[in-house]
RNA sequence: GGGGGAAUGUCCCGAGCGGCAAAGGGGGCGGACUGUAAAUCCGCUGGCUUAGCCUUCGUAGGUUCGAGUCCUACUUCCCCCA
């Protein structure tokens, strides 16, 4: 695409694809022009799954947010309708369906995220954030088919590729999910009659859906609408992103903590990172070239400055030389720094029974407490390996017990620590 | 409507003569090696008051000293016939 890239005449597009983040777009030509040309409304749809999004809708919002530095206007779609049927593009299962006030939840949840990312407000390119439910919530079925039903081709729609997946493999494929794209289709055209809105981006797992939305606006509406696509993006070794350490990585602060985002990112493969710093980060692309031919260990301070810049546009700039900053101290000075994650412990009550209980607690105690284990067996499991720190030395008896006078004195906590990288302390209250 | 098959450790796939906390693989985590990287080798990957106890194999019953394994009903999914 790097080619292509110096071709385009927008500052928009030009930008977009030399960092990578293009995959595909619907009439290249007509769209560069129109960027070139007009303040262009685009819109992102987010669905509703978990109380929180994660790295993988990352280079989502950075989409948007590239959108808004060329002065263009974007437009976040919160799916609580959409969320309610359900994407069929992902799991080969059947998924369950939430509930309306788990949606309620969760997209309360998710609203927040885009704060840092994007600016809000009533002028030219701010952005707005819209929930699909205010008109899929209230579509009625016979008007609905009759107006937008009938733009469908169950022919066609048969043969694209989240369906054909479906079908071939005999998974179970629902009426209700199958109206996904048609929600999806009809969000685009509802985008565009309300805000003007011409151009819906997503993966490129999307490129279906998105068609479906340009085709039914210039059936209905007769519009030209575009459709851009990023990337699926996978580390060098071949996985895909963000699917590591314990489940998701998630960008709400209750979910990850921003030292834990940080450190997710400093975690980066060498090979990703100058890939990681144009895609998820605004760095000009001059420095990025320089940092990516450091070579072996020096790499690492491009590594911190990819973290440092990927958590500031989550988190916050304060959040993100913090999370530095407690890093730096921990590993390259060995300190239990106040700035890593910490749970207050309740010492007095519990489990342990008479006597002892009072001022004496187990090992393994103590490394469930820290949440670094998700039981107290997982503890013991974790100690047995040998894993496992209790400011700074190696614990291998489950059994062995600590009082509360043995605390770090600076920190007035235990540094618990599981593994070289995952350290928690954990304060007696 | 009729006939046949399938549901396993709640990350996934997947074995399982009636004695099973349940083979194997992927993934994940940890250790060694490094640079908080990759690759490689090794270990771990139900819970608890851990020489023991408890709960797991779609759901509910039943037969057995004992059931993931056999029987019955139900649920869901797939295939074939109509």
Same mark, same amino acid.
């Given at each position: 695409m790097s080619e292509i890239a110096s071709q385009f005449k927008s500052e928009f597009l030009r930008q977009f694809a030399a960092r990578g983040c293009l995959y595909d777009c619907t009439d290249p030509e007509a769209l560069d022009a129109l960027f070139a040309r007009e303040r262009v409304t685009g819109y992102i749809g987010f669905d509703c799954t978990a109380p929180s999004l994660h790295v993988g809708h990352a280079l989502q919002i950075m989409t948007l947010r590239r959108l808004q530095q060329a002065g263009h206007k974007p437009i976040v779609v919160i799916g609580g309708g959409t969320t309610k049927v359900?994407?069929?593009?992902?799991?080969?299962e059947a998924r369950p369906l939430l509930s309306e006030a788990q949606i309620e939840t969760n997209k309360a949840a998710i609203r927040r995220t885009f704060e840092h990312f994007l600016t809000f407000g009533d002028g030219p390119s701010d952005a707005i954030m819209v929930d699909n439910a205010e008109w899929l919530d209230r579509l009625e079925y016979l008007p609905f088919l009759r107006e937008v039903g009938r733009h469908f081709s169950i022919n066609r729609m048969l043969t694209m590729e989240t369906v054909k997946i479906k079908i071939d493999n005999d998974l179970p494929f629902s009426f209700l999910e199958f109206n996904y794209m048609i929600m999806q289709a009809y969000d685009f055209v509802e985008l565009y009659r309300r805000y003007g809105c011409r151009l819906q981006s997503a993966g490129s797992d999307q490129w279906g859906n998105i068609v479906s939305g340009i085709d039914l606006g210039r059936r209905v509406e007769n519009a030209q609408l575009f459709g851009l696509t990023t990337p699926l993006i996978t580390t060098s070794s071949g996985t895909k992103m963000?699917?590591?350490?314990?489940?998701a990585v998630w960008l709400n602060p209750e979910m990850r903590s921003p030292y834990d985002y940080w450190q997710f990112w400093r975690n980066t493969e060498d090979g990703d990172v100058g890939r990681f710093l144009r895609l998820?980060?605004?760095? +000009?692309e001059a420095e990025i070239a320089r940092l990516e031919t450091l070579q072996g260990a020096e790499l690492n301070e491009a590594k911190k400055i990819l973290a440092t810049e990927a958590t500031a546009l989550c988190h916050g700039r304060a959040a993100a030389e913090d999370a530095a900053e407690t890093a730096r101290r921990t590993f390259e000075e060995g300190a239990a720094a106040e700035g890593l994650p910490t749970v207050e412990m309740d010492w007095s009550a519990g489990e342990v029974s008479g006597e002892r209980g009072w001022t004496l607690r187990q090992a393994d105690t103590i490394v469930k407490m820290s949440g670094l284990a998700t039981s107290r067996s997982d503890a013991r499991r974790k100690i047995g390996e040998g894993a496992v720190r209790i400011n700074d030395v190696v614990i291998t008896?489950?059994?062995k017990e600590f009082s509360v006078?043995?605390?770090? +004195?600076?920190?007035?906590a235990f540094k618990v620590q599981y593994g070289k990288k995952k350290i928690v302390l954990v304060k007696p209250v």
């Open positions: 359900g994407d069929p593009s992902f799991r080969d963000g699917k590591t350490m314990s489940g998820f980060t605004d760095m +000009p008896d489950w059994k006078d043995q605390v770090d +004195p600076q920190s007035g």
